[in-house]
């Protein structure tokens, strides 16, 4: 059995893996989040779909073509890559909200409790207007700085108001 036979199985092997993961990766953060306060819109399937197709494209070219060990590796790794990240969004896609413990979005679930600041939010009204108007960005202590861009202004506006009224202690996180 040659090194391209062996990589390519294992990268189907780990794509599967990877797909059957998602009811687990939903259930942990459902657990985490507690009861949905608002139901935030997500993306189109469509999206999905197309990541996973391409990702799987990338793996099976190795079927046709030999490209050497080196860059038969570096395909696996990005269609493996590619089907990881698309899964972190795509296994939290229909649940993305608001809940009473935290805010699931984009395949990532935050504790309001981490939550530690909404650099945006701070600015002055003028300089606010330079940014996106329907991106949410916190930052948290554990995350880092996290962007969510929503469906539309009214939505963002929508999801602020809601963060504030389910968690009112981060209102003050905002004020001067």
Known sequence: MNIRLIMIIVSYVLFA?????????KKFSLK????????????SSIYFAGIYIISLAVISIMWIRNFGDIMNFILCGCGILACELVTRSFSLKNVYGLYENGLI??????SYDDIIAFPVLILPEEEQKNYDSRTLVLITKSKGQKSFTLISEEEYATVIGKIFEIKPSLKQLIEK
């Open 17 to 25: 893996a990877i797909l059957i993961s998602i009811p687990f990766r």
């Open 105 to 110: 979005y984009d395949g990532v679930y935050i």
């Open 32 to 43: 985490k989040a507690g009861n949905l306060n608002y139901k935030i819109t997500g993306p």
